[in-house]
């Protein structure tokens, strides 16, 4: 059964520090693996998705890596600011055939500190 | 461009009430999708649909029930409310297979049965 983990629960870092969020799945047959962040009370906006051939997406000050080897992914986020507070969220597909299904992590609460 | 639009944003309903969540989006996606997200449980999926008139169970469909009449709607309807679908309901919708695109999502419906 794919089980999908994020550590830590939270974090706080102060303004500028780069830092590493992680997510680790029990499964390593995969067919992707989303990253999102969720403000309070809104929704979820995807930032990156990693198709299983990859082993890492970039989008501005963001780097998502993949190792399905080792069951883990990292988003790293550069020069972090205070808006960078949010939940991230990391999700992974099952291979096709069910490829309708995410399997969903429980997210890490970021606070960015001015 | 709206994206995602959940309608309404809050309802307190009584046990045994019914109520239907409305979800539209204008961006002509087949796919959309009905998650619920709990505290400590990560999102869950209730029902999807991968066009107008096709719809099909997800993790947790019981207590729910769904239509696809059109492109750009995608009710859920919560027959005989109860205390365990006390939740925050996300609509969700992608335009190619959710394998290959990232879905977009709605604000949220928080829904609380009393």
């Known amino acids: 059964k794919q089980e999908v983990t994020q550590i830590p629960a939270a974090l706080s870092v102060p303004e500028g520090e780069n830092l590493v969020l992680n997510c680790s799945f029990t499964?390593?047959?995969?067919?992707?693996l989303q990253w999102f962040r969720q403000d309070p009370g809104k929704g979820l906006t995807s930032l990156l998705l990693?198709?299983?051939s990859q082993r890492e997406q970039t989008s501005g000050r963001l780097n998502a890596s993949l190792d399905k080897s080792s069951g883990r992914s990292t988003l790293y986020i550069a020069a972090s600011q205070p808006g960078d507070s949010a939940t991230y969220l990391c999700a992974v597909r099952r291979p096709a055939g069910n490829n309708r299904k995410l399997i969903w992590g429980l997210g890490t609460s970021l606070a960015v500190n001015p | 461009n709206a994206g995602v639009t959940q309608t309404p944003k809050f309802r307190i309903l009584k046990i045994g009430q019914s109520m239907t969540l409305q979800c539209t989006q204008d961006m002509n996606h087949n796919y959309m999708y009905w998650y619920r997200q709990d505290p400590g449980m990560g999102l869950k999926l209730i029902y999807y649909?991968?066009?107008?008139?096709?719809?099909d169970k997800g993790e947790v469909p019981n207590g729910y029930n769904v239509s696809r009449s059109t492109t750009e709607d995608f009710p859920l309807r919560l027959e005989l409310a109860a205390p365990s679908q006390t939740s925050v309901y996300f609509c969700a919708s992608s335009w190619a297979p959710p394998a290959h695109q990232p879905q977009h999502f709605g604000d949220g419906t928080r829904l609380s049965i009393l």
């Open positions: 990693i198709q299983s």
């Open positions: 649909s991968v066009g107008a008139g096709i719809t």
């Open positions: 499964d390593s047959a995969i067919y992707n």
